[in-house]
């Protein structure tokens, strides 16, 4: 979060700078299975983020010395294009940030996938930020998650992922940059739906434990909204394969 010193209204007139309430996301759509060159992908548009998740795998896990005989491993990489941001974000190379999130979105997946069904392989997943406004891990985790499934990478879930966070004392869903930069309190969760099983908790800020039990709630209401649209993407991408 920025210093809030030159802090901007981020309420006015009892609404978010963008005019949205404070329990509503931002439009999303997802295409699934867009990238003909990638075992799986998918491309999310969640307000103006932009993003592109490619899966490469199962294949033969290298360098030889890192593969598992049990089970497979699970390689990230998250990216943001030089021109996805005007921010410090938009630079070439993976930053400290970059590496820390490719990390984490790693960890969400090691916890979903069936690696133990293919020993000895790698599964890779490129996650590339065409432009972001804030959140974009959470919109990166969602957009893998259905490339994922597009390869036909065995999972026991599809998970989502959605930022919550704290403006004064009112607490609003899916932060876009300006909220994400000066808000007083932001949490990117990542959530199996199918038990409501958290993956990923990460907070800058604070907040009670009666702030942090209503954002839990409103991550999970929007998180069905979220889940029906990765479901439909692929819903659409299976309709339009041709039959054999």
């Not at 593969?67 to 491993?73: F, N």
């Not at 259905?146 to 930022?163: E, F, K, T």
């Not at 876009?176 to 959530?191: G, L």
Request: with cysteine; charged share 25%.
């Amino acid at each position: 979060m920025a210093s809030s010193l030159n802090k901007p209204k981020l309420i006015i007139d009892g609404k978010r700078v963008d005019g949205r309430d404070f329990d509503e996301a931002r439009e999303i759509k997802i295409v699934a299975s867009p990238l003909k060159n990638a075992d799986g992908s998918a491309y999310i548009e969640w307000g103006n983020n932009k993003i592109l998740a490619a899966v490469y795998g199962p294949r033969e896990a290298t360098p030889r010395h890192l593969s598992d005989s049990t089970k497979a491993i699970i390689k990230c990489r998250y990216a943001m294009a030089p021109f996805s941001s005007l921010s410090e974000h938009g630079r070439t190379g993976p930053n400290r940030r970059a590496i820390e999130i490719s990390k984490v979105i790693k960890e969400v997946f090691e916890n979903v996938v069936m690696v133990n069904d293919f020993p000895g392989s790698e599964i890779a997943i490129f996650i590339e930020v065409l432009q972001g406004d804030g959140g974009t891990r959470a919109a990166g985790i969602t957009a893998a998650s259905v490339a994922l499934a597009s390869a036909g990478i065995h999972m026991r879930d599809l998970p989502y992922a959605i930022s919550v966070g704290r403006i004064d004392d009112k607490l609003a869903i899916d932060f876009n940059m300006i909220e994400d930069n000066y808000s007083d309190s932001d949490m990117p969760i990542a959530v199996a739906p199918r038990n409501n099983e958290i993956l990923l908790l990460q907070m800058d800020g604070g907040m009670t434990k009666d702030q942090m039990s209503k954002a839990l709630s409103m991550v999970l209401e929007s998180g069905k909204k979220v889940s029906e649209v990765q479901k439909e993407a692929l819903r659409k991408a299976y309709a339009s394969e041709p039959k054999n």
